[in-house]
Structure formats: structure tokens, C-alpha cells
């Protein structure tokens, strides 16, 4: 039983700078190998009529929306509540429009949420549904 009591006592002692050593970025010996990749940043989207607005409130409108932005606008819903999702898409007439809009709603309040507009990114061509692939060639 004193042995135990010993050996409890001596890793208690030891335990807050094994912690220490392990979770602090000061030491020399960090156990792990942290990665050193950079993420790569999409490409700047290009200047269009077409915003994307996040961070909506799941009480905005289409209504709500087409009043803060003064022009065309829709909110992605869910088809099975009929709550916003959360962003939505605002379309303007001229690029210059949809500049201005995005300098003055970027980071405004709606219905409580601090929103953010941005060009809209087009859609991605979607997959080749193109099963024959060369599986018998020789």
C-alpha cells in the first residue's frame, strides 16, 4: 500500500509538466508533427449582377430581403419548414448596382444578424453522368 501511495504521489507531482510540455508551443520537444501545408484561396470571383448574402436570420423574408436591398431579391428556404436557410441571392440590373449594394449592406444588421453580401459565385458544371469509361479496352 505505501508503494502505491509513492507511486500516486511521484505522477501527480509529475503530471501538471507533462501536461505542460505536451500542450504548450513553448517547448522544443512538441510530440507532434504540426502540417505545414497552405490552403489554396479560391480565385477572386469576377464582378456580376448576381449577390450572395449569408448569414440571414431564419425569420428574413424574400420581402424582408428585396426591402434592405431596394431591388430583386430571393431567400433560399427549406422546402419542409419554410424557414430561411440562411443566405440568399440578390439580383441587380448593372455590375454598378451590385457594387453599391454590397459596400452598403456588407456587415449591416438584419432582423438581428449581421449579414454579408458578396458577388455571387457561378455554379460548377456538374458532373459527367458518363458511365462507359474504358473498363474493357485493352
Known sequence: ???????????SALAPRGLWALYSSFTSGFPFNLPQTQTEKAPPV???TNLFVSG?????????LQNAF???????????SGYS???GFV???TIEEAAAGIKGMDGQ??????I????????PPPPSLNNAQTYNQP
Do not use: C, H, I
Open 1 to 11: 500500500m505505501a508503494m502505491r501511495a509513492a507511486a500516486v504521489q511521484t505522477t
Open 46 to 48: 469576377e464582378p456580376s
Open 56 to 64: 440571414l436570420s431564419k425569420r428574413t423574408t424574400t420581402e424582408g
Open 70 to 80: 431596394a431591388k430583386f431579391a430571393k431567400v433560399v428556404t427549406d422546402r419542409v
Open 85 to 87: 436557410k440562411g443566405y
Open 91 to 93: 439580383r441587380y440590373a
Open 109 to 114: 444588421f438584419l432582423d438581428g444578424w449581421v
Open 116 to 123: 454579408f453580401s458578396e458577388n455571387a459565385r457561378p455554379r
